[in-house]
C-alpha cells in the first residue's frame, strides 16, 4: 500500500496529455508549462513528481518535497536512495534505486520507503527536488 503527505506542492498549466504520467517525475517548459522528463532531458530541470492525470492545458499539481506515490522504473528495495533514470526511453520519468542511477540517472532525489518488484510498480517514497547546494554567487 502507497500513502503520501505533500510538504511543497507547486501547479501549473500542462504543455501535452499527462494523463498516462501520473506518479512518474516531471519538468518545466522554457513556456512554463509542465511536461514529462526526456532521456535527451538533463537531470536538474526535474520539477517533482505529478499528482494528477491533467490532460493538455489543464492545471497539474506536482510534490516537489514530501511523501509521493512514485512510479519504479525496475527492482527496488525498501530503504534505498532512488534517481530519475536517464538512460532509457523505456522509463522516463521513472525512479530507480541509486545503484541503477549511477549508471544513467541523476543525482538521488528519493527514498523508497516500501520495495518494488518491478518496473512500472507504484510505491511510497520520501522525494526532495530541491537543488542539494546552493549555488555559488
Not at 8 to 26: E, G, M, P, R, W
Not at 36 to 47: M, P, Q, R, T, Y
Not at 61 to 77: C, D, E, H, P, T
Request: proline share 4%; net charge positive.
Amino acid at each position: 500500500m502507497a500513502w503520501e503527505q505533500p510538504l511543497f506542492n507547486y501547479s501549473a498549466i500542462t504543455a501535452k496529455d499527462l494523463s498516462s504520467y501520473q506518479h512518474q517525475v516531471v519538468r518545466l517548459t522554457t513556456a512554463d508549462q509542465i511536461t514529462f522528463v526526456s532521456c535527451a532531458a538533463v537531470a536538474n530541470v526535474a520539477l517533482g513528481v505529478l499528482q494528477d492525470k491533467p490532460t493538455s492545458g489543464m492545471d497539474g499539481n506536482v510534490m516537489i518535497l514530501g511523501i509521493s506515490k512514485v512510479k519504479a522504473g525496475g527492482a527496488v528495495s525498501r530503504g534505498q536512495l532512488l534517481g530519475l533514470q536517464l538512460a532509457s526511453t523505456s522509463a522516463p520519468g521513472m525512479l530507480v534505486a541509486a545503484t541503477t542511477a549511477s549508471k544513467g540517472a541523476s543525482r538521488p532525489v528519493g527514498r523508497a520507503l516500501q520495495g518494488a518488484a518491478q518496473a512500472g510498480d507504484i510505491i511510497p517514497a520520501i522525494i526532495n527536488f530541491f537543488p542539494s547546494s546552493a549555488a555559488s554567487s
